[in-house]
């Protein structure tokens, strides 16, 4: 039997797969309160759940800065937004499969004076083949894990100042496709046959290995980090895959999703609610929490994998 499969295989349970489909079914609930001046940084806004979710908090006062790739697209947005709700928008340009580009916003919102009070992650990929960055990194990795984990780390000292924040890292029940764990031998999928959901659930699942590394870190400083799994809502992702893919998507997934406006009053609901404000660490289905599959409850692989990526980071001259 596969050392990873006789690891994990006794700890798995019916129960939590019952509950997440049940959980599936539940209408969530939202917070209406106001979040007026507040800050929030959300990547990944010009269109599906960062848009809505940007238009959710600005239409309650909150003060956004979009991390996105396409200026145009980020221009008409911040335009939009600002007329629509007479709140302050910007936005950086970065590309988030660049570890420079990630560095920069990085450094950008080390920079900024106010608070972060919410800080969502929600840039994210889907491919169907096999991608790499200019350094050589697996693109779902990249996006989906590192982009979120250095970008926190390099707010700490920013954080440690303000006392304050949450982080929100939208996350996915596909990390369920990484069902015996990471390949910390082949995290970039350069030995083994590639394939979308499973690179796109390993990236997901070393996301959420991270949070559990991260809180720890964060909690003196009273800055919470927990993860949302958005339900299944129409987005753009996955736009520049195949033919299949797109009549797929087009003909089925959006068929049977909702409005990513469910995602974003969730993802609201998550950064305001004043009964979560010590609430960190937790992976919730919408606004449900939900008990992690033993992969991903694994601190020792949570830890192995900090040294693996030290290791890759620092070949780029990256010290986090």
């Not at 800050?39 to 239409?59: D, L, N, P």
Request: with cysteine; net charge positive; aromatic share 10%.
């Amino acid at each position: 039997m596969n050392p990873a499969v006789r690891k994990y295989w006794s700890k798995y349970k019916w129960s939590n797969i019952n509950a997440m489909i049940k959980n599936m079914k539940r209408q969530p609930e939202r917070n209406m309160d106001p979040f007026r001046d507040k800050s929030i940084v959300i990547t990944g806004a010009t269109s599906g759940i960062g848009y809505h979710t940007a238009r959710k908090y600005a239409s309650m006062g909150a003060h956004i800065l979009m991390i996105n790739r396409n200026p145009e697209k980020s221009e008409a947005v911040r335009r939009e937004i600002a007329e629509e709700f007479a709140v302050p928008v910007d936005y950086v340009i970065a590309d988030l499969m660049l570890l420079p580009d990630i560095q920069r916003v990085g450094q950008h919102l080390l920079s900024l004076e106010k608070p972060i009070d919410v800080l969502i992650h929600n840039a994210g990929v889907y491919l169907e083949s096999r991608t790499e960055n200019p350094a050589g990194l697996e693109v779902n990795l990249v996006v989906h894990y590192l982009c979120p984990l250095i970008i926190n780390k390099m707010l700490i000292p920013k954080y440690r100042r303000d006392r304050a924040g949450r982080i929100l890292l939208v996350s996915s029940e596909a990390y369920r496709f990484a069902a015996w764990g990471l390949d910390l031998e082949d995290l970039h999928w350069e030995k083994r046959r590639y394939t979308g959901i499973k690179a796109y659930g390993a990236g997901k699942l070393a996301q959420l290995l991270s949070m559990h590394l991260l809180s720890g870190e964060l909690a003196p400083y009273q800055v919470t980090i927990n993860a949302m799994h958005p339900g299944m809502v129409r987005t753009d992702s996955g736009k520049d895959n195949g033919r299949w893919y797109q009549w797929y998507k087009k003909n089925v997934i959006n068929k049977l999703s909702a409005s990513p406006d469910v995602s974003a009053g969730v993802l609201y609901y998550l950064g305001t609610s004043p009964e979560l404000a010590k609430t960190t660490d937790v992976f919730f289905h919408l606004k449900a929490e939900e008990e992690l599959t033993p992969p991903a409850l694994d601190l020792e692989a949570a830890e192995a994998l900090w040294i693996k990526t030290q290791e890759f980071l620092k070949a780029e001259g990256i010290v986090l």
